[in-house]
């Protein structure tokens, strides 16, 4: 039933570029533009939202964050990204043209269930991008966007987490179309590269024995810093979540440019940092800035592990370790830079022996609030 691997979560892993090619698959008409038909709220509706206030926990909630760049990039409307459990404690700003989303693997998130029927309340309307048919979350929402990755086992999200981004740009995608704000040719050009997304993710997967070994030898690691910039943010966030879920190891996500505002005080001579570097090629570069904070740490004596694109040099004389994705576009990046980064936790945890599938303490899904 593991499919010849050691643990769920790394068969779920290895399922990353077939979720992601389901998730896409049959959300584009015969002239190349999005139609989710299936979302069963009028378009005209859609088209007038003002704002977008994104729902979900844990995992769920970093693809949501990720979603936020997206989808303000590309509609101009702005986004709030808030963990469901914060939600109805601030008395949030919420009207008919509000679309709150969502965002869940099981569809059973206590938490985010109460955060949707709260906006309801408050006359939102609300859609569900959730991988699991005919759960509670989709059944009480307006509309829903299934994520079809199939069945996620192991308790630390992986491929659920790809798809949920994938599904975000989906709707981003959509919603700039039906407001006019992106053309069809830069559509076409978005879709085209979201499809070469599941070969380049294989080929992250198919070169994945530097990023064991790697984890093999840091199996007595005490802490790990991970810092990203922009959509690498929330990426460094989900790569600590992994960490401390699977390897218990105390794990700390960034945005790079905080490093000087306080968490630079924490780099001592060892400490290993990850940074996921944005694209040399990024419309407004953010590169050099995260190259300097790469060297900020390691002249402090962090051990640097970066995750760069591929042909990406400037980061190399930098780092101790540096894993290459394949380039995409910006936005498009934590499809990829992600990987690493959960074959990274799964190969630690499976050294010390943890069950990887069954972490301490976590339940698949938190059905409790
Ligand atoms: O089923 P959901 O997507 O609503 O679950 C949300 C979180 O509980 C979940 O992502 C959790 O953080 C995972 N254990 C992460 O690996």
Request: proline letters at 5%.
């Amino acid at each position: 039933e593991k499919g010849g691997y050691d643990s769920f979560m790394e068969k779920e892993i290895n399922e990353q570029p077939k979720a992601v090619e389901e998730t896409l698959l049959g959300r584009t008409d015969a002239e190349g533009r999005l139609a989710l038909d299936e979302l069963r709220i009028d378009p005209e509706e859609l088209k007038n939202t003002s704002k977008i206030i994104v729902l979900a926990c844990g995992t769920a909630a970093y693809a949501g964050q990720v979603a936020k760049y997206a989808i303000e990039h590309w509609t101009r409307i702005p986004v709030e990204v808030e963990l469901a459990h914060e939600f109805r404690y601030r008395d949030p700003i919420i009207d008919e043209t509000t679309l709150v989303v969502s965002i869940s693997q099981s569809g059973e998130t206590m938490d985010t269930l109460m955060a949707v029927r709260y906006a309801k309340e408050q006359g939102a309307r609300t859609l569900a991008i959730c991988n699991t048919n005919g759960s509670t979350i989709p059944r009480e929402s307006d509309a829903v966007l299934y994520l079809h990755a199939g069945p996620e086992i192991a308790v630390a999200s992986t491929k659920a987490f790809l798809a949920m981004v994938t599904a975000s740009y989906l709707l981003g995608l959509y919603l700039g179309q039906l407001r006019g704000q992106l053309f069809t040719g830069q559509i076409k050009d978005i879709l085209a590269d979201l499809h070469s997304i599941p070969s380049k993710i294989q080929s992250i997967l198919d070169n994945a024995d530097q990023i064991k070994d790697l984890a093999r030898r840091m199996a007595d690691t005490p802490s790990v810093l991970f810092l990203g910039r922009h959509v690498g943010f929330p990426v460094a966030m989900e790569g600590a979540l992994k960490l401390k879920e699977l390897a218990y190891i105390h794990a700390e996500g960034f945005a790079a440019g905080e490093l000087k505002h306080g968490p630079i005080a924490l780099i001592e001579e060892g400490q290993p940092v990850f940074v996921v570097v944005p694209s040399p090629h990024g419309r407004h570069s953010l590169h050099s800035k995260v190259v300097s904070n790469i060297q900020e740490v390691r002249a402090r004596g962090a051990k640097t592990i970066t995750v760069a694109e591929d042909g990406d040099d400037a980061v190399r004389e930098f780092s101790e370790t540096v894993f290459h994705v394949p380039e995409t576009q910006p936005l498009l990046m934590p499809l990829l830079t992600t990987v690493p980064l959960q074959i990274f936790a799964c190969a630690l945890a499976a050294e010390k022996g943890y069950d990887v599938d069954q972490p301490r303490n976590l339940a698949k899904s938190v059905t409790v609030e």
